[in-house]
T-cell receptor, first 111, second 116 residues
Framework: GDSVTQMEGPVTLSEEAFLTINCTYTATGYPSLFWYVQYPGEGLQLLLKATKADDKGSNKGFEATYRKETTSFHLEKGSVQVSDSAVYFCALNQAGTALIFGKGTTLSVSS | KAGVTQTPRYLIKTRGQQVTLSCSPISGHRSVSWYQQTPGQGLQFLFEYFSETQRNKGNFPGRFSGRQFSNSRSEMNVSTLELGDSALYLC???????????????FGPGTRLTVL
């Protein structure tokens, strides 16, 4: 079945460092891809999404490009802030199915 | 616009008991999905309701059940609780069928269930 694999954390960075969180997927067909973020004590928030190959999702300085040839959707940010500390989830879905999530990557940013 | 609300936020039960969790979706949203989040298994899909009908179900035992009311509010029930049921239970709503809207779901803060 469909699945999502993302890099294990935790990822620890200093403020203003460059962030990459790797995400690859296995799916039949053409899934939509998502990044969700979960701040401490809260539910998940949609960070960005891409619905077809070569689409780039972006929000709050984060970006991810849907790469069908490498089945990847890596999350990047040029300069992280302490407020970006959270757990990040990569996810996919296809029409008529539920979201399938990766295990999550914890990001900790220090000043 | 109010977000997805879940009640209660925290719950402590003992093994063998049953529990009911409630979710109120964003006004106008007709679809509600439930997920279980644990440190070991991550986020796992429980079930999805749309217009009072269960549309999808995850791989959970029959002790886990749910329903949706005509106002789109949803409840999930877990009977005969086990220690392994301790988790954060997240509810998510979307306007239409999640599959039809490329999965843009809005999540509530969750109910933290502890089974002793």
């Amino acid at each position: 079945g469909d699945s999502v694999t993302q890099m294990e954390g935790p990822v620890t960075l200093s403020e203003e460092a460059f962030l990459t969180i790797n995400c690859t997927y296995t799916a039949t067909g053409y899934p939509s891809l998502f990044w969700y973020v979960q701040y401490p004590g809260e539910g998940l928030q949609l960070l960005l999404k891409a619905t077809k190959a070569d689409d780039k999702g972006s929000n709050k300085g984060f970006e991810a490009t849907y790469r069908k040839e490498t089945t990847s959707f890596h999350l990047e940010k040029g300069s992280v802030q302490v407020s970006d500390s959270a757990v990040y989830f990569c996810a996919l879905n296809q029409a008529g199915t539920a979201l399938i999530f990766g295990k999550g990557t914890t990001l900790s940013v220090s000043s | 616009k109010a977000g997805v609300t879940q009640t209660p936020r925290y719950l402590i039960k003992t093994r063998g008991q049953q529990v009911t969790l409630s979710c109120s979706p964003i006004s106008g949203h007709r679809s509600v999905s439930w997920y279980q989040q644990t440190p070991g298994q991550g986020l796992q899909f429980l079930f999805e309701y749309f217009s009072e009908t269960q549309r999808n179900k995850g791989n959970f035992p029959g002790r886990f059940s749910g329903r949706q009311f005509s106002n789109s509010r949803s409840e999930m029930n877990v009977s005969t609780l086990e220690l392994g049921d301790s988790a954060l239970y997240l509810c998510a709503s979307s306007f239409g069928h999640p599959g039809g809207l490329a999965g843009e779901q809005f999540f509530g803060p969750g109910t933290r269930l502890t089974v002793l």
